[in-house]
């Protein structure tokens, strides 16, 4: 049976969850919208899908927002408690540092549910479901389905500038003007008509012109390259093969990746797992993190907590590709790194320690 002082803890802590993660969902929502529309833009994605690309995208990313939103989630709400000295209250009927655990990591067995439901199934299947769209993009078709004639696109971060006056219903380019400054010397090519494919097994870019001339020199001098052509192939930088690679292993299903002996398996494996965990760890981290009195001085504890919660999510990409590499060994897996956080924490903050302090007495008295 849940106390009076459980209940409230547990509505404090919820009212703060939900206030935090529909915020991160917000800007996560509007910085996906904008990379879509990105893509509509530049044919890549035609608007019928805008809706569908957008919503696998959320169902991919949610699992990775929940446990940050915890960790922010308990901080606010120990910290309000404090300020308020609602804790010394608790304190002094009885309520210690053990019933705020159970408290928080009862608010957390659901949420590591909810989590790991997230990171083990739907952040596969979306991830899956993802692909065959990114693959139905290598279609000639559909990546110029949303050009549109007489606009200006840029590519490889502005490096390449793309224009055709006029785009026919076989999604043929004509008239088209490429500038490139990825060299030391930019490139000018013009050419009556042209079509862009992709190599689906090689991820190879690459734009076909047919009549047209080239130019090679920088602008405002005489000493320029010229040449005319019937057939120029005209090679884009292909995707890298390495995030194709974890790209296509992150949409595998989590029981094919179980008992993998595959050090890619077993970091894509713990990366899905660390999740779920993370949340009950940063329930036992929450807790020591937060100053208990108002007359306690909590900038040390605050600098920790921004300290740890930095260095637990940056952790876990390193702890995954050293994985990959081999520089950590298989039996490790990639969770070591959370029990070294919470570790580390403990450590730092014992020699402040009511338990220590008792200690200290005793062998003092």
């Not at 408690?81 to 608010?107: H, K, Q, T, V």
């Not at 004639?149 to 490096?159: C, I, M, P």
């Not at 930095?310 to 950590?328: D, K």
Request: proline share 4%; hydrophobic share 45%.
């Amino acid at each position: 049976m849940l106390s009076v002082a459980d209940r409230y803890l547990l509505t404090e802590i919820t009212k703060v969850f939900s206030a935090i993660i529909l915020t991160l969902l917000m800007v996560m929502v509007s910085i996906l919208l904008l990379r879509t529309l990105e893509d509509v833009n530049l044919g890549a994605l035609s608007n019928n899908a805008v809706l569908h690309y957008l919503g696998l995208q959320i169902l991919r990313d949610t699992a990775s927002l929940l446990p940050p939103a915890f960790f922010i989630a308990a901080l606010v709400t120990l910290g309000r408690l404090a300020r308020d000295s609602e804790l010394i209250a608790f304190g002094a009927c009885g309520f210690g540092p053990l019933r705020l655990y159970r408290a928080f990591l009862l608010f957390a067995l659901p949420l590591s549910v909810v989590t790991g439901w997230f990171a083990l199934i739907g952040q596969p299947y979306a991830s899956l479901q993802l692909q065959i769209i990114e693959d139905a993009k290598s279609e000639p078709s559909t990546q110029v389905a949303g050009l549109r004639a007489g606009r200006f696109y840029l590519q490889e971060e502005g490096n390449i500038t793309f224009y055709a006056a006029r785009i026919d219903d076989q999604n043929r380019f004509k008239d088209v003007f490429i500038q490139d400054r990825r060299a030391e010397k930019p490139r000018l090519v013009l050419s009556n008509r042209g079509s862009y494919q992709r190599d689906a097994n090689t991820g190879e870019q690459r734009i076909v012109l047919e009549e047209g001339r080239r130019y090679d020199g920088i602008p405002g001098t005489a000493n320029y390259d010229f040449a005319e052509f019937d057939r120029y192939t005209y090679f884009l930088e292909p995707e890298a093969e390495v995030d194709v690679e974890r790209r296509r292993r992150a949409a595998l299903p989590t029981r094919d990746l179980i008992g993998s002996d595959s050090l890619l398996d077993r970091a894509e494996l713990g990366h899905r797992l660390s999740a779920p965990v993370a949340i009950y760890v940063l329930a036992l981290l929450a807790i020591p993190l937060t100053t208990l009195s108002p007359r306690q001085r909590g900038t040390g504890r605050l600098l920790l907590a921004f300290l740890t919660y930095f260095a637990f999510f940056n952790l876990q990409r390193l702890a995954e590709n050293w994985l990959e590499t081999g520089v950590t060994p298989a039996w490790m897996g990639v969770l070591w790194y959370q029990a070294a956080v919470l570790l580390m924490v403990y450590l730092s903050l014992a020699p402040g320690s009511f338990w220590l302090q008792q200690i200290r007495d005793k062998i003092r008295g």
